[in-house]
């Protein structure tokens, strides 16, 4: 390797450093995936976020249980967030098993129970809570599709950028491959 200053190798002219500037596969996905994970899980902290707002200042007993049960899923965000960080998969296979249990069948019993395919479950009644004026919906379902059909593709993504991710940082199964 020579200096900025030293003389060349006779024959180059400077463009034989391409076959030294190889990037193991596994980086290139852990960066390619650990990007798009923090922008997801933002978005779920955010609408998480929003939600929970509105829930408190509305009234806990103006959500349905599928509302519920997707906020309980919303703290989950945390541990991804910190599993992307931290680069542990231990994590975020928790955050894929909270997504798994909690807010994607949230999602789906969500979208579904406002076209009218499934009923809609009240929360205060299994709480004792006194029976609301009005429920915690946006006045036109539109917004309602969309805000749930964004933040289930979105999950749906993290579960395979999950997936990708433990994958890529998984060695171990690598070097078996590899004897």
Known sequence: MSSKSG????????????????????????VKYK????????????LGTAVFATAILAGINTLYLWQVLWIAAFPSCLIG??????????Y????????????VPACIWG?????????????YPLVNLPKPARFLLPDSYNVLYFLGGTTLCSHLFTLVAIKKLIHSWDVTSRKSKAQ
């Open 35 to 46: 990007g798009a994970m923090k922008r997801t899980l933002l978005y779920h902290g955010m």
């Open 111 to 123: 979208l579904l129970a406002t076209a009218g395919y499934l009923p809609h479950k009240e929360f």
């Open 7 to 30: 003389p060349r190798a006779e024959g180059t002219d400077g463009s034989d450093w391409k076959h030294r500037e190889k990037v193991a596969v596994q980086y290139v996905t852990s």
């Open 92 to 103: 975020l296979n928790i955050y894929r098993f909270c997504l798994g249990l909690c807010s």
């Open 81 to 90: 967030f910190r599993g992307i960080m931290k680069n542990k998969s231990k």
